[in-house]
């Protein structure tokens, strides 16, 4: 009783301190890739959050993505330079680099052809818009719009992830596809 009636007089032992914030590192959320629409959704979620370690988790160490042979000839010279031998370490650079100088990211997919989850490959295609507002002044949106050939693998755990990336080009505008914006910030 004491002890209990000396803590009342000096005041509380405890203190509340302030919050710590958000974890460092990815805040987005992420799903197990139990199939090939939550691989999309944790993609999504990756991106718009720019959560580079959930975004690169979407794809397998072997990834190659390969670019619309029209964002290839426009790139001109620098096309192998830009496209050529794309691995998931290039798209980790190029994602970061977009990162760095968006201020604010939407992406959709639309499901053009459903994937058959029967064996462990298999691929979906979709048609995807992202929407980058670039930080700056002026905050300026730009479209890029395309459709994705994603072929996916699923591992020893279950666990699907992109291992192949076909990117193409719409015959509507705008051209800019997604394969031109991740060519711009390849390292």
Known sequence: MAIAAALLLSGCIFTPRDPDGPPEGDVTDWETPINTSIVLQNLTAAFEGEGLQNYKDCFTDSFRFHVDPSDSLAAGQEAEQRYANWTREDEEHAANGIFTVASDIDLSFTTIQEPDESSDETYRIEEYELIVT?????????YYRGQASLHMRRDGTGRWAIFRWVD??????????????RGDYRD
């Not at 670039?134 to 730009?142: F, H, K, L, P």
């Not at 193409?168 to 914006?181: A, F, M």
Request: glycine share 14%; no cysteine.
């Open 134 to 142: 670039y930080e700056g002044g002026a905050s300026e949106e730009v």
């Open 168 to 181: 193409r080009r719409l015959t509507d505008p705008p051209p800019n596809t997604w394969g031109s914006l």
